[in-house]
Nanobody
Framework: QVQVVESGGGVVQAGGSLRLSCTAS????????IAWFRQAPGKEREFIAA????????DYTDSVKGRFTVSRDNAKSTGYLQMNSLKPEDTAVYTC?????????????????WGRGTQVTVSS
């Protein structure tokens, strides 16, 4: 089993930045696609971004393109979600997820390992 833990959430003013981190098994991390999802109160969970196992391919939902950057450092077994120009609508619980890398990174389903989530609150 892969243990996924995300961190880095907090409260930030609109226009500010925040970086989330996602850790998983160091031995298997490089074989995993890493994705980020978020869920705001009363809304469905939505896909945010993903990075392939080698870090060479990424995918973003339209609402965060140009503002968020997903990356990874396999040597540190850590994935990152750099969030810039944050908006109040970005307020949500952000969750890191992982899956074995066997399909296109642009396929947004199939994530089977999930973290518990970290709260991101963007104030006006």
């Amino acid at each position: 089993q892969v243990q996924v833990v995300e961190s880095g959430g907090g409260v930030v003013q609109a226009g500010g930045s925040l970086r989330l981190s996602c850790t998983a098994s160091g031995r298997t991390f490089s074989s995993l696609d890493i994705a980020w999802f978020r869920q705001a109160p009363g809304k469905e969970r939505e896909f945010i971004a993903a990075v392939s196992w080698g870090g060479d391919s990424t995918d973003y939902t339209d609402s965060v393109k140009g503002r968020f950057t997903v990356s990874r450092d396999n040597a540190k077994s850590t994935g990152y979600l750099q969030m810039n120009s944050l908006k109040p609508e970005d307020t949500a619980v952000y969750t890191c997820a992982a899956r074995n890398s066997y399909i296109s990174i642009r396929t947004r389903s199939g994530y089977v390992y999930w973290g518990r989530g970290t709260q991101v609150t963007v104030s006006s």
